[in-house]
């Protein structure tokens, strides 16, 4: 079509680029491995937009009159030594993958395949236990009359820790194709998948503490809060 | 070519349709004439940018089109113009944005002699309520609406006692007097509108809103409703009649007060139990009583009648049919009106109220073969 | 065309059967071509709902309708408009084809979950379509769903309609999610040798950053949306605060129905810049192409297309100003709302000085592009009013917001849409769209469109409110409204039957249609350089192309043809300088104005 002769076997010089730009940041190969883990941190940042928009929420309804902070005293929260063992849990789930992640990273990875599997199996059946274990917690909440619809920071609870728990039900879904894969491959050949799970549970456990921190906390901290972003009480 | 003749004449058809157009702001009737004027500065530097641009289009259209003679000139920018573009925008920005801002100054800041006067707003009708003698309007909750009780007026506080209640759907204003509506809705969002008086804002449920307004002009404008608010929202009408001081003081005493509608004789007649039921309940928003078409059948010369039903069957208006529309009216729906009626939980005794009332408004035989006369309450 | 020596020489797996090759595709070619077929048949459904409600408003009572079924057509229409169609097209459709394309990409870069993107988003198209025909039929509370009456009594669709709606646009979200992440990941890890972010053409800059807006602003739909779901399913009172419901009093109290004015909004304007800037991004590449001129101050657009991303999460709350929020909220969101005009504006002049001292060829895709600078301006200039917070009070909720926000949105955008399609059908399909189809239906839409929204906006100047099914006995409203009603209702039938020429011409020109090259319009940018037309899977055969040059590289002196596409290197010209920006405009200046 154009009469410019195709200059198949000609090296690139920087003298050739043109136009704005003119050569001097070269975009980055496509490593599928920085791929994956700018994808996921993309998605982390789409996630973190979701909980923050959920805190403002919470912090505006939190000053209405009716809310009742579920850390008042004789509250369910105020002694929630259940949310701690979860919290404990989350933290192995973290802790063992980031093991897994570690080893991976070792030139002697393909040694350590027992070692790896391991981890990987903590931190999975300790996500599981998290998760049954938050819905224990939901079930006597809701037995001892906190129900979702009870009062606004029953329903703020539920629906924070459901959607905390969704979105670690959903890494369990690649934690569970990871270790099918285990079964076959190296564990060399799957770091980027260990390097994914451990990003993410990493993540989600800060989501976790955060959650905690706030429904743990006394209402006056909440007032703080709010009062900080602007959100003054409404009768 | 023809494309840039088409849009030289799109251009100043644009123009001349503002100069002709039948449509424009409604007759001011309050002291909000500097709205229409910061539009009007708006519209004025908008117009110019708006034929400026196009002309210009239309110029490099016409003189670089392609003819095959010429050759683009290659200038990939001019950092000095765009900067000098960007600043003169900038200059009609701000000469928008700042009388703009001075006069919503003025719109949040009402004045210290504005009486205050509550607009109501429920799906579908407006109420009002003045503050009385003690110039000041009682406390009220939605928590505390009843049947009796339609304002939800606290019956504990003192100045609710006088507080002026109207429910039918006539606002008075005095002329020439600083108003701040004070407002709350009972169910949905609502927005209580007057074109005349240019200022406007939602009622919400939940909390308090408010704005003020001077009527300068005598005369009776429409209320509008202007927050979707559900399928009645184009038929939530009110009238708003703006009159001397001394026409206004006048109508206001005839007006009922809330003390009274505590001490209201216990004994009252049925009907007039069911006239209060039909206007708390909201029901006259789609039922009319004097016969004039709107979202549902009139009440007027119902009772008694051969109603054709949404199934090809006819059905004799009866106490048991008034009863079933209250409680389930889906069940026999009638022909030619949409299925979105509610279900009421109304007592025995208030279906009563309400059937009494509809025969009221009947001149058909009722079901004891008697013409319907209407009770003196 | 020069390759990169160097590249990995890959082996390309094929798709081999039908339904890998067409159905369950991973090719981001193939996945555009779903997304636009879903949204443009949905988006047809949509049409006919606005002609439903302009046969009310024009000719009330000539075709049976009740206040119900109306407010339930108009929320439809306005959800799957902007969401279902606008969106899904801009996104879905023209990020999956040419992003890949335009920077120099052989697909996404995680084409199974962009695959999995497309059938999330058929499936909330079919989610929300089954509100139809659910008892209680479609919600009607708005495109904006604003609660209590979006869940309260008084509202058509308050059994099933709402839910479904809700949990469709869930479903969309995710979809949205999945796309977005590849049309960002890709563009920031996937460009090809030589594709700096600078010499991205404005497509790619726009639909970027609308995604970037679509990642962070979704989760506020998302939140809202699930808010509102638990307070109908659950009794939750996120939004419902005490009610008295048709006499009832209700269980929920103290929820904020303004939070969710507040959360809805948050999307909501972003969302509208989601529309707006890759229909922006576009039209500077087809204004640049058709008038064989560089896109004026390319730099200085990037820069608008960011600061306008950037502006677009603070202005919300002119949405609004008359809802009851804190009004000093009134003056920061004013002043925000108005300070974004300035980037808008610099677009529309650079896209003006495009076209002065240009060559300029009146195609098509031309006509639609110039068309839609003319409306564009309409509308953006009439935002002026709506943003600056006084002139609001009056404004809103009456016509004069439909007529702009179909103006800015409704027609602006899809007249790129179109030209757009007439632009690339040839890339798509290696065959041109019938030319005098084009015409006709580029002079019926635009001049149909400009006639149905430009009065409008005097029945808002006259306070005639939105949202009303009928306007009977009302003293400030003159007969002549009516008459204007029934003249845009007649207009808007026209503009709606005119569409067929374009369907017509869509399907007759893909096999029928003027066989094309591969680049008839002799444009500069990448992907009207790939080896085959249509492109094939990989898009570039076995190396990867190089890309020495931005993409606006039109009528450069010193060169004979009037354009350079990207991939040619200066050497390659016979141009012996370092080739850079400002030795072309020394050059340039030196030798005074354009040459004969």
Redesign the interface.
């Known amino acids: 079509m154009n009469s410019y002769s195709v200059d198949a076997g000609q090296p690139m010089r920087s003298e050739d680029y043109t136009g ?1 730009g003119n050569g001097s940041d070269q975009p980055p190969r496509h490593n599928p491995n920085t791929t994956a883990i700018v994808g996921l941190r993309v998605f982390l940042v789409v996630v973190s937009s979701l909980f923050f928009l959920l805190l403002i929420a919470l912090l505006t309804r939190s000053q209405y009159s009716d809310w009742e902070a579920l850390s008042h005293p004789w509250q369910p929260l105020a002694q929630p030594w259940q949310l701690w063992l979860n919290t404990g849990l989350l933290a192995v789930a973290s802790f063992t993958l980031q093991r897994a992640r570690t080893l991976c990273k070792r030139a002697s990875a393909d040694h350590h395949f027992e070692a790896i599997k391991n981890q990987l199996i903590y931190s999975g059946v300790a996500t599981g236990l998290f998760l049954a274990s938050q819905l224990g917690l939901w079930q006597q909440l809701w037995s001892t009359g906190y129900s979702v619809a009870g009062n606004p920071a029953n329903s703020f609870f539920y629906l924070m820790t459901g959607l905390h728990g969704l979105h670690l039900l959903g890494g369990l879904v690649a934690w569970a194709r990871l270790w099918w894969r285990l079964q076959t491959k190296q564990p060399a050949r799957l770091r980027p998948s260990v390097e994914l799970c451990a990003i993410y549970w990493h993540y989600l456990l800060f989501v976790w503490l955060l959650i905690l921190a706030l429904f743990i906390s006394p209402p006056e901290t909440f007032a703080q809060i709010a009062a900080f972003c602007g959100f003054t009480p ?1 009768q | 070519m023809a ?1 840039a003749v ?2 030289i004449i ?1 251009i100043v058809a ?1 123009v001349i ?2 100069f002709v ?6 007759p001011l009737a309050s002291n ?1 004439g ?2 229409d004027d ?2 009007i500065i ?2 004025v ?2 117009a110019v ?2 034929v400026a ?2 002309l ?2 239309v110029y ?2 016409i003189r ?3 003819t095959g ?11 000095k ?2 900067w000098w ?2 600043g003169v ?2 200059v009609g ?1 701000i000469a ?2 700042a009388p ?2 001075a ?3 003025d ?2 800041h009402p004045p210290a002699n504005a009486t205050q006067i509550e607009v109501v707003g ?3 009708r407006w109420s009002f309520r003045y503050p009385g003698g003690d110039g000041q309007l009682g406390t009220a ?3 505390n ?1 009843t ?1 009796d009780n339609p304002f ?1 007026l606290n019956p504990e506080d003192p100045h609710s006692q006088d507080d002026i209640l109207v429910q039918g759907s006539e606002l008075h204003l005095p002329i020439d007097q600083p108003v701040k509506f004070v407002m709350r809705s ?4 609502h ?1 209580f ?1 007057v ?2 008086f ?10 308090v ?1 408010s704005f003020w307004v001077t009527p300068t002009k005598a005369g009776e ?2 209320i ?12 939530m009408r009110a009238k708003v009649i703006v009159e001397s001081p001394g026409q206004f003081q006048s109508w206001l005493s005839k007006q009922s007060t809330f003390s009274r509608s505590l001490t209201r004789d216990s004994t009252v007649g049925l009907i007039e139990q069911g006239q209060q039921l039909a206007e ?3 029901c006259l928003a789609c039922h009319s009583v004097d016969g004039s078409p709107s ?1 549902a059948p009139t009440w007027k010369d119902l009772y008694g009648k051969q109603e054709q039903l949404a199934d090809g069957t006819q059905i004799t208006v009866d106490d048991n049919y008034l009863k079933e529309s209250i409680l389930a009216p889906n069940a026999k729906m009638v022909a030619g ?4 009626m ?1 279900a ?2 109304f007592s025995e005794q208030q279906l009563q109220a309400m059937i009494a009332y509809t025969k009221s408004l009947s001149t058909r035989p009722g079901d004891d073969g008697q013409p319907a006369t209407r009770e003196e309450p | 065309m020069a390759y990169a020596e160097d590249a990995e020489v890959v082996e390309l797996h094929e798709p081999q059967s039908f339904v890998t090759k067409y159905i369950w595709s991973q090719d981001h070619k193939v996945i555009a071509i779903q997304y636009s077929l879903t949204a443009i048949v949905v988006g047809l459904i949509a049409l006919v709902l606005s002609a439903l409600m302009r046969m009310q408003l024009g000719f009330p009572g000539a075709i049976e309708m ?4 109306y ?1 339930q057509y108009m929320t439809m229409h306005g959800m799957i408009m902007v969401i279902y169609l606008l969106t899904a097209l801009f996104l879905g459709g023209f990020g999956n084809y040419l992003i890949p394309l335009m920077v120099g990409a052989r697909d996404m870069v995680f084409p199974f979950v962009n695959m999995l993107s497309y059938w999330f988003y058929l499936l909330s198209v079919l989610v929300l379509l089954a509100s139809f025909f659910v008892p209680g039929g479609p919600t ?3 495109w904006t769903l ?4 979006a869940i ?5 669709g308050i059994e099933w309609g709402i839910i479904l709606m809700l949990v469709s646009l869930v479903i969309f979200i995710v979809a949205a999610t999945m796309g977005g992440l590849n049309y960002v990941t890709t563009v920031i890890q996937a460009r090809t040798h030589g594709m700096t972010l600078l010499r991205m053409p404005l497509t790619v800059w726009g639909i970027f950053m609308a995604t970037i807006l679509a990642l962070l602003a979704f989760p506020a739909l998302f939140v809202s949306g699930v808010m509102m779901l638990f307070d109908k399913t659950l009794g939750t009172s996120f939004f419902m ?9 209700l269980d929920h109290q ?5 939070l969710f004015q507040h959360l809805f909004w948050f999307f909501g304007h972003p969302e509208v810049y989601i529309v707006a800037l890759p229909a922006f991004g576009i039209v500077s590449d087809i204004i640049s192409t058709h ?4 896109i ?5 657009m990037v820069w608008a297309i960011i600061a306008i991303g950037v502006l677009s999460f603070i202005v919300w709350a002119h949405h609004m100003y ?3 929020m804190n ?2 909220f ?2 920061f969101f ?2 925000t709302t ?2 974004i ?2 980037p808008t ?2 677009k ?3 896209w ?2 495009t ?8 195609t098509v895709p031309m ?1 639609f592009a ?1 068309a839609f ?2 409306t564009f ?2 509308g953006g ?2 935002g ?2 709506l943003g ?4 609001d ?6 016509y004069f917001v439909v007529a702009h926000f179909h103006m800015v949105m409704g027609v602006a955008p899809i007249l790129v849409v179109f030209g757009a399609i007439y632009h690339w059908y040839p890339k798509i399909t290696g065959r041109m769209l019938n030319d005098t189809l084009g015409k006709w239906h580029f002079w019926i839409t635009f ?1 149909g469109t ?1 006639l149905i929204y ?2 409008m906006h ?2 808002g ?3 005639m ?1 939105r ?5 009977d006995n ?3 409203i ?1 007969d ?2 009516q008459s ?1 009603n029934a003249f845009i209702t007649v207009t808007a039938l026209i503009v709606g039957i005119a569409q067929l020429l374009f369907l017509v011409n869509l399907a007759w020109s893909a096999v029928r249609g003027q066989k094309a090259d591969s680049n008839p319009w002799r444009a500069t940018s990448l992907e009207w350089q790939t080896p085959q037309t249509p492109p094939v899977h990989g898009n570039w055969g076995k190396r990867m192309p190089v890309v020495y040059r931005w993409p ?1 590289d ?4 010193d060169v004979e043809e ?1 354009f350079v596409p990207q991939t040619i290197s200066n050497r390659e010209l016979g141009i012996s300088d370092n080739g850079d ?1 400002h030795s ?2 020394q050059a ?1 200046t030196a030798s005074g ?4």
């Not at chain 3, 008038?291 to 560089?294: G, L, P, T």
């Not at chain 3, 104005?593 to 004969?596: A, V």
């Open positions: 704005p409404v | 494309f088409v849009l799109l644009s349709f503002h157009s039948p449509w424009w702001f409604t909000w500097p709205i910061i539009l708006t519209l530097i908008t940018v708006f641009l196009g210009f289009m490099c259209i670089y089109r392609h003679g010429h050759r683009a000139h290659y200038e990939p920018e001019n950092k113009l765009e573009l960007s925008t900038s920005i928008m944005l703009g801002l006069v919503y100054s719109f949040v429920q799906q579908w909750d939605a928590l609406i049947d939800g009972k169910d949905v969002l927005n509108y074109p005349q240019r200022a406007k804002l939602d009622l919400v449920p939940g909390l809103s404008f429409e509008l409703c202007a927050e979707l608010c559900g399928i009645g929202h184009y038929n708390s309940r909201g979202l009106y949409p299925p979105v509610v009421y939980q | 009740d206040a119900s079924s407010y009607g509370a708005g604003y609660p209590p009456q309260s009594q008084g509202t058509p605060p005490v009610m008295v419901s048709m006499g009832q009093t103290g929820g904020s129905p303004v008038a064989r001129k560089n004026f101050g390319y730099k200085m008359v809802s009851g009004p000093y009134g003056f004013a002043t108005l300070l005009a300035i504006a610099l529309v002049y650079n003006l000085l076209l002065w001292r240009g060559n300029i060829h009146l006509l110039l600078v003319l301006v309409v200039l009439t002026l009013f600056n917070v006084i002139v009070i009056p404004l809103s909720d009456t001049l400009y430009f009065p005097y029945l100047f006259l306070g409110p949202r009303y099914f009928a306007y009302y003293a400030f003159p002549s409204a204007l606006y039109y009528s450069m002196p009037d920006l072309h405009q340039t104005s354009d040459q004969t």
